[in-house]
């Protein structure tokens, strides 16, 4: 209980002391003016920081920010600055973002053994620069469950959403969809609210009224400039570590900048300094691989010198599964992405995306068009630029009506289904090998087709009657929806009978996934690397279920939490050393 206390009257001192700062910086104030941001070529060929925090992504910005409120902190980001690319920036430009495979891309491209088509950020601001930008919390179960406290989540929950939260003003589509929940028997209507609360509500928005997105990166504008510096393009090899004593202890790191040159950066002398990964559910558990620490026989394969055993990393990785089924319309619709969420009691999520975005150059379907791989015209594997393009070609000469109409889509909660993740090389720039075994567990698979029911029930509502051909049936629907190819799995002549086998079919990504390096089996329950010290890890990683409908907030807060956390643990053990003297 003292401890908590402590952590409280922490938590409200820094809350003040960073509300100042936000009133003495202008709102409009955008992170291409950090002075602490540079490109990795300009740093130092050796370095020394009371915290190296791998991965400037949605946990590693808020995690750094507050840091740097009393510490001197490296944050290392593999990607470059959201800031001034329109992929990121603007709102329509969404699908482009997932489309860009080039090697500056803020996107890479992975393909799972499962055969579903996936992407993980490379940007500062991580996942929020290239997701779908709904903003929503945690339950206060999960919350319990993780072991948090309540006030300093919520209060950690305020300090991201007073930066890039808003208020989604609801089009016409998206309206019927929240009707046609309602109608369907999802309630109570919760309005707009950034809780987790079952029936069916406005989630918060990291898109402004004017469709600009807001990221993680926003938050570093409460850092303190002198305490921390960001490097980008700044690729992380291995951890170093000193492994003479009883356990292994980090005390560094290698990275390379853009030209290929090596750089060190060291952990200061003095007790609580500490190396923080927050390089995501896939580059977590990969570095700790590569830097030794993982299972001992699956390292050893690959020629790496084993630092510590440790056989959970890469366990445990799950996907939540999303399934969607595309509703043609007979009336116009807005272009938009998240915005209406129906939290159901069958175990799922409901949720629709909208319209089409047309230009000179090309036109598709959002967040499922043939650019981001997650609906296309061509078989995945002939996916090349110019299939692409192809296809994108084709879509733009189709008639306007073929673009009306939008997607609603399940996504089930937990997962149940967890898969593994492995090396397949030494280098830290390609993707590991990852499965996440979807619909193995038969709830999941349960859930689906509950899910699946409820959309049946909305296309059927009166509050949809205007945005759905009543001659459609749901079988139709299915039928079209799995002719899309969206992933690598072969079809069956039962798609459209079978909701089981449709589920299985046409399953995607919603970008979800976690794990690899989870509490109690990788890491405590204060994020520290088990067996090692001076090493944690504080990202999506760490989750044994995805946090909510949808995950950025919760990942977002958590780098905030504990960055607190961390401090008053410090400052307390600092007081108790100060009255032994």
């Known amino acids: ?320 599964p999303m399934n969607a089924i595309y509703v043609p319309s007979p009336s116009p619709v807005e272009i938009s992405l998240i915005q209406v969420v129906g939290i159901t009691q069958v175990g799922s999520y409901i949720e629709g995306s909208s319209g089409a975005r047309h230009s000179a150059s090309a036109r598709n379907f959002g967040m499922f068009s043939p650019q981001t791989g997650q609906l296309a015209t061509v078989p995945p594997k002939q996916r090349t630029p110019e299939a692409i393009a192809r296809a994108a070609e084709t879509m733009r000469q189709l008639d306007d009506s073929a673009f009306r109409g939008g997607f609603i889509l399940e996504k089930i909660l937990g997962p149940l289904s967890t898969g593994h993740l492995e090396l397949r090389n030494r280098n830290p720039d390609d993707n590991p090998s990852v499965k996440f075994n979807y619909f193995s567990h038969p709830e999941d698979l349960r859930r689906c087709v509950a899910g699946l029911s409820v959309i049946e029930r909305v296309i059927q509502s009166k509050a949809f009657e205007n945005f759905t051909y009543p001659t459609f049936s749901m079988e139709t629907l299915l039928n079209m929806s799995t002719g899309f190819p969206v992933n690598l799995l072969p079809r069956h002549d039962n798609d459209t009978t079978s909701l089981e086998q449709f589920c299985r079919d046409t399953v995607m990504t919603i970008w979800h996934y976690h794990g690899g390096c989870q509490v109690g089996r990788v890491v405590d329950t204060e994020y520290r690397v088990l067996g090692v010290d001076a090493l944690r890890v504080i990202d999506g990683s760490t989750f044994n279920a995805s946090p909510g409908t949808n995950p950025q907030a919760t990942v977002m807060m958590l780098g905030r939490y504990m960055g607190l956390k961390i401090q008053s643990g410090r400052l307390k053990a600092e007081g108790s050393e100060g009255t032994k003297l």
């Not at 601001?125 to 945690?138: E, L, M």
């Not at 208020?167 to 950034?194: V, Y």
């Not at 004593?245 to 290698?254: D, N, Q, S």
């Open 1 to 320: 209980m003292a401890a908590n206390r402590f952590f409280a009257r922490e938590l409200a001192t820094s809350v003040a002391a960073t509300f100042f700062a936000l009133m003495c910086s202008s709102p409009q104030v955008r992170g291409v003016d950090y002075a602490f941001m540079k490109d990795a070529t300009q740093a130092a060929n050796v370095s020394y920081y009371d915290y190296i925090i791998v991965g400037g992504g949605t946990a590693g910005c808020p995690l750094a920010a507050t840091l740097s409120e009393r510490f001197r902190v490296l944050l290392l980001e593999r990607g470059g600055s959201p800031y001034g690319d329109e992929r990121v920036e603007d709102m329509t430009r969404f699908t482009d973002t997932l489309a860009d495979t080039s090697p500056g891309s803020p996107v890479q491209r992975f393909v799972s053994e499962d055969g579903v088509i996936n992407s993980r950020p490379r940007v500062l601001g991580g996942g929020s620069c290239i997701n779908a930008g709904f903003y929503t919390r945690a339950s206060d179960d999960y919350v319990r469950r993780a072991g948090w406290d309540l006030e300093a989540t919520g209060a950690a929950y305020r300090w991201v959403e007073d930066v890039v939260a808003f208020h989604p003003e609801l089009g016409p589509w998206q309206t019927a969809l929240q009707g046609g929940l309602l109608e369907s028997g999802i309630t109570p209507d919760n309005g707009f609210t950034f809780d987790h609360l079952d029936g069916t509500k406005v989630g918060g928005s990291i898109f402004d009224a004017d469709g600009r997105r807001h990221t993680a990166a926003d938050l570093l504008r409460y850092a303190r400039a002198d305490g921390l510096d960001v490097l980008l393009w700044a690729r992380v090899a291995k951890i170093l570590f000193n492994v003479r004593g009883r356990r292994p202890v980090a005390r560094g790191v290698v990275f390379h900048d853009s030209k290929g040159r090596m750089h060190k950066a060291y952990l200061n002398a003095g007790r609580g300094n500490e190396i923080i990964l927050s390089a995501g559910a896939l580059g977590s558990p990969q570095l700790l691989m590569l830097s030794g620490v993982g299972p001992a026989d699956h390292l050893r394969s690959f020629g790496i010198t084993l630092v510590h055993d440790q056989p959970g990393v890469g366990q445990g990785m799950a996907d939540n």
